[in-house]
């Protein structure tokens, strides 16, 4: 199974800084986002939420504001048949130290023992941050990043200027 592991914030969704998510009371989704996602998997590609929430063991959120934001964000991908196959968020906050966190690979490792079909080499990471290139370098696999990741010399890294870009590659 080829799996498109897509970060959330930044990349399908709009982000803040960290002090601000307290006041997002519904997502906004990135222009081409749902557009995109809809080419993915009709590609062939299930579809794997990868994402860093540190800000909920910082304080910034609680755990309940976060899947209010993910459960509304999934209703809406649903109105457009987008089914999100699974989703890994790492709570931790960044001085913990733990083995989810981007670029560590423990959400992915986590994605193997839990959909062992998943074949990397097939399958792709999506984001908008240095760590989700990072982490794809880690786990040898293809990655895109929106608006990072031209200094890589890495020919699986391609650097892309909006999610838009993304289904001219895969």
């Known amino acids: ?14 982000d803040y800084p960290d002090h601000e998510w307290m006041k997002i009371r519904q ?6 986002a749902i557009q995109t996602l809809n080419e993915v998997q009709q590609k062939g590609y299930k579809i794997i939420i990868i994402t860093n929430q540190y800000i909920i063991n910082e ?6 504001q976060y899947h209010d934001i993910n459960n509304q964000m999934l209703d809406e991908l649903k109105r457009y048949d987008i089914e999100i196959y699974d989703i890994y968020y790492c709570p931790h906050a960044k001085i913990e ?4 966190i981007k670029p560590r690979t423990g959400m992915i ?3 193997l023992i839990n959909h062992p079909e998943i ?7 999506i984001g908008d941050s240095i760590v989700d290139i990072e ?9 895109f990043g929106i608006g990072v990741g031209s ?19 895969i």
């Open 1 to 14: 199974m080829k799996v498109a592991f897509f970060d959330r914030d930044g990349t399908i969704i709009d």
């Open 27 to 32: 997502p906004v989704f990135i222009d081409g």
């Open 59 to 64: 304080g910034h959120i609680t755990i309940g």
């Open 97 to 100: 130290e733990c083995s989810c």
């Open 109 to 111: 490792k986590n994605a």
């Open 119 to 125: 074949n990397l080499s097939e399958s792709f990471i």
């Open 135 to 143: 982490l794809a370098i880690k786990m040898n696999m293809k990655g």
């Open 151 to 169: 200094e890589y010399r890495n020919t699986k890294i391609k650097q892309i200027k909006t999610i838009k870009d993304l289904t001219s590659y």
